[in-house]
Structure formats: C-alpha cells, structure tokens
C-alpha cells in the first residue's frame, strides 16, 4: 500500500486553517474594492515563452516547467538527450508552465484585451503561485498572493495609494509594519556612481540579498560577480546613507539618480498629510530582485516576528513592450498571503471567532423531536444564520463532545417538551447556563 504524501513546499489546510485564510483573503479584497481595483483570475499555467525573461536569472531558474502531453521525448533531439544539456532541451519537451508571480500575466491579459479595457485599469488578484525554490520557514513552492496593479498611468498618486492600501489592510490585519520604499532610478544612480553601470543586474541581485547574507555576504557575492573592490567600497558607504537629501550629493553627476530621489519625494509628499498607521521608511538597501522594476519600489516587513517581507511591489515602465504594446506603465503591489497566516499565528491575532464553524448545534432525543430539529435549523438556515444539525438523536453526551470538539458555542436541544411548545432548548457551552425559548429568540441572539 502506497503511504500518502505531499510535494515539498506544499500544505493541505483544514477547516479552521481555511477560515482563517478566507480571513486574510477577505480583508484584503476589501481594500483593494475600496480603492476602485476590479477583479481578474488568470490561469495557473502559461506558455514558457510568456515567463521567461521576465523575472531575472534567478527567477528564471525556480519556474516550473510543465511537460508536453503525450510522448514528450519523441520528437527531441537525440544529441542534446546525450549531452544533457537541460537548457536546450526544455524548451524541446515543455512549452508551459505554473505562473510564477501574478504581475506578468496580468500584464499578459492587458496586452490581449487591450480594446475592451479602460485605461488607467486597476484589477485585484488573489490566486496562487508556484516557484521552485528550496522550502523553508515562510518560503513555500506554491503560496498565494494578492495583487493590485494600475496600468496606463505615470502618476505617482497610484505609489501614494499603494502605500495607504498596505497601511490600512495590515492595520485592519492587526499586524504592525514597516513599509520600505526605494526607487530603481536611485539603486542606477548608485551604479553610475561607481562606475558599473554595466553591472547594474549583477549590483542589484547582490544588495537584494543584504537582509539574508548581510554585508559580508554582499561583498563576496559583488566580488564573485567580476565588480571591483574599489567599486564595492563606494557602494558599502553609499547603501549605508541615512536619508533621501544625503545622496543627493552622490548623485550630482547622475541624472537618472536624481530623478528617482524626485520620485520618492513626490510620494512622500502626497502622504506626508495623511496619518499612517504603520512606518513609511524610505531604505536605499531595498532593491527587489525582479528585472522588470523601474522606478519605486516597495516591501514590507512585520514589526516583532522574524519572517522576511510579507509584501512587495514597484513601478515597472514598459513591461507589456515584450508583448507588442510598449509604452504603458504600470506600478502594483503584492501581499504575501502564506507568510501573512505565519505572522497572525506568531502573533496570535487571528480573532477568536475563527476556531467556530457554526454558532450553534441542534440536537434530539429520537426520531420525532429530530425531525422538530431539522425543521428548526432549516428556519434558522432560512433566515441566514449558519446551522448544523447532528445527524443521529439518541444520547445527548455524544452530541454535546461533537459539538465541543467543533467549539460550536451553542447546543439547541429539541426535546419533546420543546416540540409540543415550539421553543428550543438552549445551552451556552462555555458557561454551562441552559434556559428554554422561542426560535425566533435564539435567532435574534444569533444577530438574524
């Protein structure tokens, strides 16, 4: 017999587990409504050619590649199966794969259904992820996000409220924050600066990693990607300047640089009347990794919880261009939904009410009052109220253990009396007070 098993980096979720994302997904959607984003779904796989090159050469490698149906060796080159040269022979075998981000189809459906959309569009999207990478403590090969994204439009307004939408969900959340922001621009001022302009990818991809590898880290991976010692030097003391005005002397010859401190101060002043909830800090450091991004950039960590960024976003200029329409800018954000359930768990901010699957559980004797039971939670169903009835009468004992293994809060007990009269028997599990009424009572209780 085959013992059962799931992939790696994967997790089933249960009942409660399942309320409680339905919790982080419904909070979200509502902010995101709130803000006038609409709602798309894309499918879970793409063709390759739509993915790849998108996301930088790491992200490249942690897509998931799906084989062609049928016989996928049959028509592949005998020379590149004897070589094993697997970067020729994927595209031989696989033509599709599991998205890796949900930015990059979007863009995708924006491109194909350019003449039905109104331009500046913003849509909402929750949906799940797939990235190869090695699972650990709040990183999984498949997880949910959720997006919103504007496109059409240069405003730095849409930056500004992509800030309130992170403030306002995780206030809503209960999650203390900090939201990071940087600019592209900037991070290209700093490569100008030292003079390795042609190495910006290679800069980039190694500041992305300082909160994981720290300097240290930093510095030998910039050395094993051919920059210069004097080069690393400048940049060490370059990442560590403590505000906007302080770079703009590093960035007197850069107009590129300069351009990008203008953006981040454009941002800043459209919220700096506006109270925030949370931290808005600006962090040259920040770099997001993804080739695409070209102008401010977000991430966003919790305050008191070690998990990395539960969210992440920026400015790309011209991402649709690779897809035959060029010259559209967008800016978008991402809630990482699996490390967000992490964080309310570490924190114990789920509300309470989550561990319940109904408020209340009706019960009976025998086969008369059970059918009096099922007429009742039919009413109560009726009047949209979440009911359950247990499915066999008999011992009271049993039904009250199912109902407390449920933390069901209340057991509405029909016994004959109660049929007769046409009231209900009810009993608070938690303070073991039980007094008779009518169902229109229980459900007013309730909240009908």
């Not at 930056?159 to 959340?173: S, T």
């Amino acid at each position: 017999m085959q013992k059962p098993g799931l992939p790696e980096g994967t997790r089933d979720f249960g009942p409660e587990q399942s309320r409680r994302r339905a919790y982080i997904f419904e909070t979200v959607r509502t902010v995101f409504i709130k803000y006038g984003f609409q709602p798309l779904e894309t499918p879970a796989m793409e063709n390759l050619s739509t993915l790849t090159g998108k996301y930088g050469e790491e992200g490249d490698q942690l897509l998931f590649k799906i084989l062609n149906n049928g016989d996928f060796l049959k028509n592949a080159d005998p020379d590149i199966l004897t070589t094993k040269n697997s970067a020729r022979l994927v595209p031989e075998i696989s033509k599709r794969g599991l998205r890796y981000d949900l930015t990059v189809p979007f863009a995708r459906f924006v491109v194909m259904n350019r003449h039905a959309l109104t331009f500046p569009f913003k849509r909402y999207q929750i949906q799940p992820v797939w990235r190869a990478d090695r699972p650990q403590k709040g990183r999984y090969r498949e997880f949910y996000q959720c997006d919103a994204d504007v496109i059409g439009s240069e405003s730095l307004q849409y930056e500004a409220e992509l800030v309130q939408i992170y403030d306002e969900a995780f206030a809503k959340l209960h999650i203390p924050v900090q939201i990071k922001i940087n600019n592209r621009k900037a991070l290209f001022g700093i490569a100008e600066a030292a003079g390795i302009t042609d190495r910006f990818t290679d800069m980039t991809v190694a500041i992305d990693k300082l909160d994981k590898i720290g300097m240290d880290g930093v510095r030998r991976e910039l050395t094993d990607r051919g920059i210069p010692a004097a080069a690393t030097e400048l940049l060490e003391k370059i990442l560590s300047a403590p505000s906007i005005n302080a770079l703009r002397p590093v960035f007197a010859a850069s107009e590129t640089g300069l351009k990008g401190l203008e953006e981040l101060d454009r941002v800043f002043r459209f919220l700096e009347k506006l109270p925030l909830q949370n931290d808005l800090v600006f962090d040259i450091t920040l770099a997001r990794g993804l080739s695409y991004y070209t102008g401010c950039i977000f991430e966003v960590v919790a305050k008191g919880v070690s998990m990395g960024s539960i969210g992440g976003g920026g400015r790309y200029a011209d991402l649709t261009g690779v897809f035959g329409m060029p010259g559209l800018s967008g800016v978008g954000i991402s809630f990482g939904a699996d490390r967000i359930y992490d964080v309310l768990e570490a924190l114990a901010c789920f509300p309470k009410s989550l561990t319940t699957s109904v408020p209340v559980l009706f019960v009976a004797l025998d086969d008369a009052t059970h059918a009096y039971a099922f007429e009742c939670v039919s009413r109560v169903r009726a009047a949209g109220i979440p009911a359950e009835l247990y499915p066999e009468p008999g011992k009271l004992k049993k039904q009250f253990e199912y109902a407390a293994k449920l933390n069901i809060p209340l057991v509405a007990i029909a016994g004959e009396t109660e049929m007769q009269n046409k009231t209900i028997a009810v009993k608070n599990q938690q303070s073991g007070e039980q007094r008779t009424m009518a169902l229109e009572e229980l459900m007013t209780t309730l909240g009908a």
